[in-house]
């Protein structure tokens, strides 16, 4: 009897561990299937918020909106289509300015900004303006011609008289001073003399005295000039006293110039000098004419100013700038301004240089 007592005791505690270890594996597995439960609404979730993201970028992108490697390829081919436009817009500016008459060279000098454009001998020079120099800050349509060619101020500077001056040698034969005085000429630069360029002989010009006491006695005031073509300090000396004689009778109010250009001809005399030595001469030659007590100023043109002299060292000297194009080219101050080679006035046989004084 307590043999079966004792084994019925044992089948119970063997069944009750039976039971925990069933419920406690069910449990697992309730957790396990949750837990898998959770992951796949997780995944469910997932999916549509992706699902809405894709929607939305189809939204956008049907809005005008677009991924980066698509704007990407868009800039590539707007950069090509604006190269191709700005290249056909280029080209026809400059086909319209040669048809219209205009020069190579003005053509060009317009596509270079920050530069001088030099033409000489069949080939182009560019010379970096030089900030550091005083410039005209003129506007293009601060000067208009009339209907006579004759160059008018329209700005806004008191500083500019805008008064209109010719300048003559022997070349202009016989002049009549009265007629033109009445054309409203205020000043005349006439030439005292020049130096060969291939000879280097100086002489006076025939018609000086004649042209500066006919100025003079029709209230025109004279400024005057000499062609140089001075090699050393001796010449340019010599040069210097030539002008500063000839006009000791005179009263010259205006400018006492030297006039630097380069000839034509292929063989000059001075061809050989370089920029320093042609600006140290120049520079001699202002200063005898500074110490006797009058206004030194030099003649060139836009070759003068940037391959043959050097800007920086003539600082505070005036300029007489040769430009025959409109509008003004020559970006550096500048007194005086002779913007035509083939002026007419009364009084004057054939044609004549034309100037506008801007200070």
Not at 17 to 37: D, E, G, P
Not at 339 to 351: F, L, N, P
């Amino acid at each position: 009897m307590k043999k079966n007592n004792k084994n019925r005791i044992l089948h119970v505690a063997v069944t009750t561990q039976n039971i925990i270890s069933v419920i406690f594996l069910s449990l697992i597995a309730i957790m396990t299937l949750t837990f898998c439960i959770i992951i796949l609404l997780r995944n469910a979730s997932l999916r549509k918020q992706n699902e809405a993201y894709q929607q939305q970028l189809g939204m956008l992108q049907e809005k005008g909106y677009y991924k980066v490697d698509q704007v990407d390829l868009m800039l590539e081919e707007a950069k090509k289509n604006a190269s191709k436009e700005a290249r056909q817009q280029v080209l026809g500016n400059i086909k319209s300015k040669l048809e219209a008459g205009n020069s190579t060279a003005s053509v060009l000098r317009n596509l270079f900004e920050g530069q001088i454009l030099v033409q000489k001998d069949g080939r182009y020079y560019f010379v970096p303006i030089d900030s550091s120099l005083k410039m005209n800050n003129f506007k293009e349509t601060d000067f208009t011609k009339n209907d006579k060619g004759i160059l008018e101020y329209h700005g806004n500077s008191e500083k500019v008289s805008g008064t209109l001056g010719i300048d003559v040698s022997r070349f202009q034969e016989d002049i009549d001073w009265e007629s033109v005085a009445k054309q409203g000429v205020s000043y005349a630069f006439i030439r005292v003399g020049n130096r060969g360029t291939s000879t280097g002989k100086l002489v006076e010009d025939e018609k000086f005295k004649q042209n500066v006491e006919g100025a003079l006695q029709n209230g025109i005031s004279v400024g005057v000039y000499i062609f140089s073509s001075a090699i050393n300090e001796a010449e340019i000396k010599e040069e210097a006293e030539l002008v500063l004689d000839a006009i000791e009778p005179y009263e010259i109010k205006y400018p006492v110039v030297i006039d630097v250009e380069r000839p034509n001809s292929k063989d000059y005399r001075t061809q050989d000098l370089s920029k320093d030595d042609y600006t140290k001469l120049v520079k001699k030659f202002c200063n005898i004419i500074s110490k006797a007590g009058y206004t030194p100023m030099i003649y060139g043109n836009i070759e003068t100013f940037s391959l043959i002299l050097d800007m920086k060292e003539l600082e505070g000297i005036q300029k007489w700038i040769a430009y025959y194009n409109m509008p003004q080219y020559f970006p550096y101050d500048f007194t005086y301004w002779q913007y035509s080679s083939k002026g007419t006035i009364d009084g004057v046989k054939g044609q004549v240089d034309l100037n506008i004084m801007v200070k």
